[in-house]
Nanobody, 117 residues
């Protein structure tokens, strides 16, 4: 069974940095060919796509994080990362990673990021 486990969240001051990790298990070599996403959900808001990395390494970002966040992947470790710099209070929320395999979406349980002003 595919499982995604996020880590690296925490409390940080505005302007600071955090690096989130998402470790995938039960996915084997399929990890290297899957698209991996980072989403976030602020309190009372809908979940939104923050960053995406494709099998070949191409990336997409939400306009709100362009130039500040970087998504990357280590296929040898079945892990995707989200490096977050110049954090703002509006970046606060629960961050989730997601992938889709054979039409089934898999989500992690999320990691909380809190940015204080």
């Amino acid at each position: 069974q595919v499982q995604l486990v996020e880590s690296g969240g925490g409390l940080v001051q505005a302007g600071g940095s955090l690096r989130l990790s998402c470790a995938a298990s039960g996915i084997g070599s399929f990890f290297s060919i899957t698209t991996m996403d980072w989403y976030r959900q602020a309190s009372g808001e809908q979940r939104e796509l923050v960053a995406r990395i494709f099998r070949g390494g191409d990336t997409n970002y939400a306009d709100s994080v362009k130039g500040r966040f970087t998504i990357s992947r280590d296929n040898a470790k079945n892990t995707v990362y989200l490096q977050m710099n110049s954090l703002k209070p509006e970046d606060t929320g629960v961050y989730y990673c997601k992938t889709t395999l054979a039409g089934i979406q898999y989500w992690g349980k999320g990691t909380l990021v809190t940015v204080s002003s």
